[in-house]
Nanobody, 121 residues
Framework: QVQLVESGGGLVQPGGSLRLSCAAS????????MGWYRQAPGKERELVAT???????NYADSVKGRFTISRDNAKKMAYLQMNSLKPEDTAVYFC???????????????WGQGTLVTVSS
């Protein structure tokens, strides 16, 4: 079984920074694209940023210039550095990965359980 576990969420004041981490574990042969999504109260889940296996990144317009996605393939980790946070960034942030399992060689889309980020004074 493959899991993604997020960490690093919390309460931060407007203008502050947080760094989210996502750890992949289990029977993993390879990890393709990874991404961060978020869901604010009463809203649909939306894309924040994605990163390919070779480091190509893509960002939502609302976070460009403020957020940076990165990954460490050796550690099976993904990160989201969030700077200049705004109240509208408040949401549950989910890690997503396209992962090939070792045992079956099947490729699955896996989601983490989410971590809450609250931006408020």
């Amino acid at each position: 079984q493959v899991q993604l576990v997020e960490s690093g969420g919390g309460l931060v004041q407007p203008g502050g920074s947080l760094r989210l981490s996502c750890a992949a574990s289990g029977s993993i042969f390879s990890i393709n694209a990874m991404g961060w999504y978020r869901q604010a109260p009463g809203k649909e889940r939306e894309l924040v940023a994605t990163i390919s296996s070779v480091g190509t990144t893509n960002y939502a317009d609302s976070v460009k210039g403020r957020f940076t996605i990165s990954r460490d393939n050796a550690k099976k980790m993904a990160y989201l550095q969030m700077n200049s946070l705004k109240p509208e960034d408040t949401a549950v942030y989910f890690c997503n990965g396209v992962i090939r399992q070792s045992a079956t060689m099947r490729t699955l889309e896996v989601w983490g359980q989410g971590t809450l980020v609250t931006v408020s004074s």
